[in-house]
């Protein structure tokens, strides 16, 4: 049963060919459907780069991760690419954990994303 | 010394509905626990997350996203030669093998799967066992090395 508190903020911003998502909050089981639902809406136009900007996440947990697998999974069947940024330690640390810093691409700034 | 023995009270017992919404709270708890315990800020996080991905377990697998199911958290921490923290998390929800509870293969990168390796890798000790009368436990411990304690936890009282 989903309610208000279940919601995740997530600001979308178009940057000339990349979408930026920005959520703001904790993302665990109960917010990650509102966080596909997000992302759902950024990726039905197909933008060639989708841009999670995670400094306002301090904490994320494997079904958060998941849906970003998800995300990044029907980017490339349009052949578009995912790239995350500002992660704390705290979130690159399930990130290393489940083997998945070498398969996202995971940079420092949201400068360097839209440049990567 | 291990920890104090599973018949012992435990020093925190919290019974909780399976409902994803009460996952911060139980994870704000660990983490305040752990900190108190001595535990690092990092693993802090580790006890937390390892919890956190135990509970989704429950929800997700054991009681199929019924959300009007109980779980229920056990600590007690574990002092002596062996400090840190000794979690129970216990659900009536579906039984498994506990032999067939294990991580599925990291290169076969899709969504989901992952909460059983986070928990393996994060803690020092993980022990799934099916409950008499239904439903599953899992113990859960995490050590600190005395030299690792925090000026916190030393200067906590007897």
Same mark, same amino acid.
């Given at each position: 049963?989903?309610?208000?508190?279940?919601?995740?903020?997530?600001?979308?911003?178009?940057?000339?060919?990349?979408?930026?998502?920005?959520?703001?909050?904790?993302?665990?089981?109960?917010?990650?459907?509102?966080?596909?639902?997000?992302?759902?809406?950024?990726?039905?136009?197909?933008?060639?780069?989708?841009?999670?900007?995670?400094?306002?996440?301090?904490?994320?947990?494997?079904?958060?991760?998941?849906?970003?697998?998800?995300?990044?999974?029907?980017?490339?069947?349009?052949?578009?690419?995912?790239?995350?940024?500002?992660?704390?330690?705290?979130?690159?640390?399930?990130?290393?954990?489940?083997?998945?810093?070498?398969?996202?691409?995971?940079?420092?700034?949201?400068?360097?994303?839209?440049?990567? | 010394?291990?920890?104090?023995?599973?018949?012992?009270?435990?020093?925190?017992?919290?019974?909780?509905?399976?409902?994803? @919404?009460? =996952?911060?709270?139980?994870? %704000?708890?660990? #983490?305040? *626990? &752990? @900190?108190? =315990?001595?535990?690092?800020? %990092?693993?802090? #996080?580790? *006890? &937390?997350?390892? =919890?956190?991905?135990?509970?989704?377990?429950?929800?997700?697998?054991?009681?199929?996203?019924?959300?009007?199911?109980?779980?229920?958290?056990?600590?007690?921490?574990?002092?002596?030669?062996?400090?840190?923290?000794?979690?129970?998390?216990?659900?009536?929800?579906?039984?498994?093998?506990?032999?067939?509870?294990?991580?599925?293969?990291?290169?076969?990168?899709?969504?989901?799967?992952?909460?059983?390796?986070?928990?393996?890798?994060?803690?020092?000790?993980?022990?799934?066992?099916?409950?008499?009368?239904?439903?599953?436990?899992?113990?859960?411990?995490?050590?600190?090395?005395?030299?690792?304690?925090?000026?916190?936890?030393?200067?906590?009282?007897?």
């Amino acid at each position: 049963m989903a309610n208000a508190a279940d919601d995740l903020p997530v600001e979308l911003e178009k940057r000339g060919e990349a979408v930026v998502l920005r959520p703001s909050g904790e993302i665990d089981l109960g917010r990650s459907p509102s966080l596909r639902t997000s992302i759902s809406k950024a990726q039905s136009a197909k933008p060639q780069r989708l841009i999670f900007d995670l400094k306002d996440v301090p904490y994320m947990d494997s079904s958060g991760v998941a849906t970003l697998v998800e995300a990044m999974q029907v980017a490339r069947r349009y052949h578009g690419s995912v790239v995350l940024c500002g992660l704390h330690e705290r979130v690159l640390s399930i990130f290393e954990i489940a083997r998945l810093d070498m398969v996202f691409k995971i940079v420092d700034t949201l400068d360097e994303a839209l440049h990567a | 010394m291990k920890g104090p023995p599973l018949i012992a009270d435990p020093h925190v017992k919290i019974d909780m509905l399976s409902q994803p @919404r009460y =996952l911060a709270g139980a994870r %704000a708890m660990i #983490a305040s *626990v &752990a @900190r108190r =315990l001595g535990f690092r800020e %990092a693993d802090c #996080a580790h *006890v &937390a997350l390892a =919890l956190d991905e135990a509970l989704c377990n429950v929800i997700k697998h054991g009681y199929e996203k019924r959300e009007d199911q109980h779980i229920w958290i056990s600590v007690w921490p574990m002092e002596g030669n062996c400090c840190g923290v000794r979690i129970l998390i216990e659900d009536r929800g579906r039984q498994v093998e506990p032999a067939e509870i294990r991580s599925r293969q990291l290169d076969d990168i899709r969504p989901g799967g992952l909460g059983v390796h986070i928990i393996s890798q994060v803690m020092d000790h993980v022990e799934y066992n099916k409950r008499e009368g239904g439903g599953m436990s899992l113990l859960m411990e995490k050590h600190i090395a005395a030299e690792e304690s925090t000026p916190q936890a030393r200067k906590e009282p007897a």
